[in-house]
């Protein structure tokens, strides 16, 4: 686990006997959102998702994470709830670590407090580069550039649709019929190769520039960024 890599032995087994195991089922609520964060959880196998719902009663997702990883830092260091519901996506090993040990080892160890640091970092600015996206972007472009990222992450370059396109839909903040009809459009112009759980990308350069088509992020950098 990327957290606890810089850790000897003997801190790691401290860890592991005062951590608390639990496993999940696929789809099982792990947390809510706005639930107290008195735990560190430990992702060490499966995939879980983070969504949450507006007043609305809309669904927004903010993405999928495969262990192992360390989840919803920020509640834990902050103290104010699970930012979003905590899904198990599939079948799931965790084990729960206590807010204060978590907070001795940033306290305690310069290299775990460099790596929350750094993701704390990595988190506001993909955040940030989320939000201009969403207000300015059309969808296409952010499909493009979904699949784009999710097939360079992939070792066979190809993407899994691990969930329902309802649940990309979300993700991309759109509708799932949307959604459908720029898939078919993109495997039409030959870009994609769509099959029922995946998504093979055929053209990348093409693609890149649907993802980069009327995007306003360059200039947005250059005029706000300094």
């Given at each position: 686990m990327p957290l606890l890599a810089a850790?000897?032995?003997d801190r790691l087994r401290a860890l592991w006997s005062h951590s608390l195991p639990r496993r999940h089922h696929?789809?099982?609520?792990i947390r809510g959102a706005g639930e107290p964060a008195e735990y560190l959880l430990l992702?060490?196998?499966?995939?879980?998702s983070a969504a949450t719902t507006t007043a609305a009663g809309r669904v927004v997702r903010f993405g999928d994470w495969t262990g192992p990883c360390a989840l919803d830092k920020v509640a834990v260091i902050d103290g104010r709830g699970h930012t979003a519901t905590l899904t198990a996506v599939t079948h799931c090993t965790v084990r729960?670590?206590?807010?204060?040990?978590?907070?001795?080892?940033v306290d305690d160890v310069p290299a775990v407090r460099r790596h929350v640091l750094r993701l704390l970092a990595d988190n506001a600015r993909q955040q940030q580069e989320r939000f201009v996206d969403a207000v300015t972007l059309p969808v296409e472009a952010r499909l493009a550039a979904w699949l784009l990222a999710q097939a360079a992450a992939?070792?066979?370059?190809?993407v899994e649709l691990s969930g329902t396109?309802?649940?990309l839909a979300d993700l991309l903040g759109t509708t799932r019929v949307t959604v459908n009809r720029l898939l078919a459009q993109l495997r039409r112009d030959g870009l994609v190769e769509v099959t029922r759980?995946?998504?093979a990308v055929?053209?990348?350069?093409?693609?890149?520039l649907r993802a980069t088509e009327s995007s306003p992020r360059t200039s947005y950098r250059r005029n706000h960024m300094g």
């Open positions: 850790l000897p032995e696929a789809g099982e609520v992702l060490l196998r499966g995939r879980v729960s670590l206590p807010r204060t040990r978590f907070e001795e080892l992939s070792p066979q370059g190809e396109q309802q649940e759980h995946t998504v055929l053209a990348p350069e093409l693609l890149a």
